[in-house]
């Protein structure tokens, strides 16, 4: 164990399965002392049963910013500051043009662009001078997709975001990076048919997909000092699938 996180505060949304459940995990690891919401209180008691340790559970979503209100409200209670906040809370459906509904619009993007945007900008003041942001993207957020059009376009979004928000916050020292998974096996997709999961391995140069661990240890490096020169980067997490024609 190499503590990392040594005394770090740290934020992990969507917390409670794949990416964000396997970060809180190595985060505790590491040293850190971490908070993780998720919107179904049950999944998140048992995740953090399972990862134990230094972890608190705080139902919230992030598309809702009175809930975001009192999340912080409660992490400055109980930690006075943070040291990290990893956005990873997302949604994504599938739907082709002509079909997208005003409903999925609306779902996506409350959660993956308003409420990253909130969970960031309430976290401002308990953000201390140097901390660091992590964004949870996608490949699909640069790249084409059939049928994935409108969740692409929010992850663009995110993606955009950091761009801006590095010069936001230039005076504070405060890092903003994106790290954009490609297929990686958590719930959404381990519920895909089996066929589909092979047809992603066969066309990734590393012939497999990905594991949750493996987008955390890449959110670990760029939430720690080891990235300390690393700011406004989009790092793919996807087996060099993005370098690829589709």
């Known amino acids: 164990m190499s503590n990392r996180l040594e ?11 794949g990416i964000g459940f396997a970060t809180a995990q190595l985060f505790v690891e590491e040293g850190a002392k971490v908070f993780m919401t998720g919107r179904r ?20 979503d992030i598309s809702n910013l009175a809930d975001l209100d009192d999340l912080y409200a409660r992490i ?13 809370a997302g949604v994504g459906a599938f739907a082709p043009l002509g079909a997208i509904t005003e409903e999925q619009y609306d779902t996506t993007f409350d959660i993956n662009v308003k409420g990253t945007l909130f969970t960031i900008q309430k976290a401002l003041p308990l953000l ?3 901390s660091s942001i992590v964004l949870n993207a996608s490949v699909a957020g640069a790249t084409g997709l059939v049928n994935f059009s409108v969740y692409g376009a929010s992850k663009a979004a995110i993606r955009n975001f950091a761009r801006s928000w590095i010069l936001d916050l230039k005076a504070r020292k405060i890092r903003v990076n994106v790290l954009s998974p490609g297929p990686i096996k958590t719930p959404p997709m381990l519920n895909l048919d089996a ?11 590393l012939g497999r997909v990905g594991d949750p661990r493996e987008a955390a240890q890449t959110a670990l490096f760029l939430a720690s000092d080891d990235s300390s020169f690393v700011n406004g980067v989009e790092l793919f997490v996807d087996g060099g699938l993005i370098q690829t024609v589709f």
């Open 7 to 17: 005394g770090k505060i740290a934020l992990i949304t969507g917390g409670s399965s």
């Open 76 to 88: 400055k209670e109980e930690a006075g500051h943070l040291d990290i906040v990893f956005a990873n």
């Open 41 to 60: 209180q049950a999944e998140l008691d048992a995740a953090a049963e399972a990862i134990g340790g230094s972890v608190t559970a705080i139902r919230s």
């Open 195 to 205: 066929n589909v999961i092979d047809e992603m391995a066969s066309r990734n140069p």
């Open 128 to 130: 201390k001078d140097g």
